[in-house]
């Protein structure tokens, strides 16, 4: 697929070019994005360079990982980066970081819910989903905010820095959204709670 744009209010959503090398490096020095995101730690200027230059070209090329460089509408300042990756079974999962200067308005729930937009309506997504490091509550509250489900913990579910870590989980359906589905979709029935009959404990009584 060949990249696209996406549009928001106060945003567009768009290609990455080889002028962000300098932002992206700058932005990915923030401690906190080394912490909980899987970029490399120290991050160099050769980093970015190979984001920049070979992973988000290839990831379009390949249809592997879609990622966007978030910008405000009317000029070219690179405020965050978000993608798709980990397509499976009609699943894309959903990443982030939003440079430190520029959180606190929003930008990144925005974002996230234009390319849950898009993934449902142009990829026929069945499923959207967020997972991130338990303890991880910048990615947590914008996760909330563009209406992902927090469905529970993964154990080992992330590996980070070469430890594998728990994670929250949490997903976004087409419906969730007011989207029509690309398949009907039938939720599990709430079984009873089981409770165990009187007299058939296993202990030695």
């Not at 995101?37 to 160099?44: A, K, L, N, V």
């Not at 379009?60 to 966007?68: A, K, L, N, Q």
């Not at 079974?89 to 606190?104: D, F, I, L, P």
């Not at 029935?189 to 009959?197: G, I, S």
Request: with cysteine; aromatic share 10%.
């Amino acid at each position: 697929m060949k990249p696209v744009t996406l549009s928001t209010e106060r945003l567009r959503l768009c290609a990455f070019t080889p002028e962000d090398t300098e932002a992206a490096y700058a932005a990915c020095q923030d401690p906190d994005i080394q912490r909980w995101t899987t970029i490399p730690s120290p991050y160099g200027r050769e980093h970015a360079e190979q984001f920049i230059q070979r992973m988000v070209p290839d990831g379009w090329r390949y249809d592997s990982e879609y990622t966007f460089a978030v910008r405000p509408r009317d000029d070219d300042t690179l405020l965050a980066a978000i993608s798709l990756h980990h397509p499976r079974s009609g699943t894309w999962e959903v990443g982030y970081w939003t440079a430190k200067e520029h959180r606190g308005r929003g930008y990144m729930t925005e974002a996230v819910t234009a390319v849950a937009r898009w993934a449902f309506t142009a990829l026929d997504t069945i499923r959207l989903e967020w997972r991130a490091e338990v303890g991880n509550q910048g990615s947590r509250a914008v996760a909330e905010k563009a209406g992902m489900v927090v469905e529970g913990v993964l154990r080992a579910g992330l590996l980070n820095k070469d430890t594998v870590r728990d994670c929250w989980v949490g997903a976004l359906l087409p419906s969730d959204v007011g989207l029509p589905g690309a398949y009907p979709y039938l939720p599990a029935r709430t079984e009873p709670t089981w409770t165990e009959p009187a007299g058939t404990g296993t202990g030695a009584g």
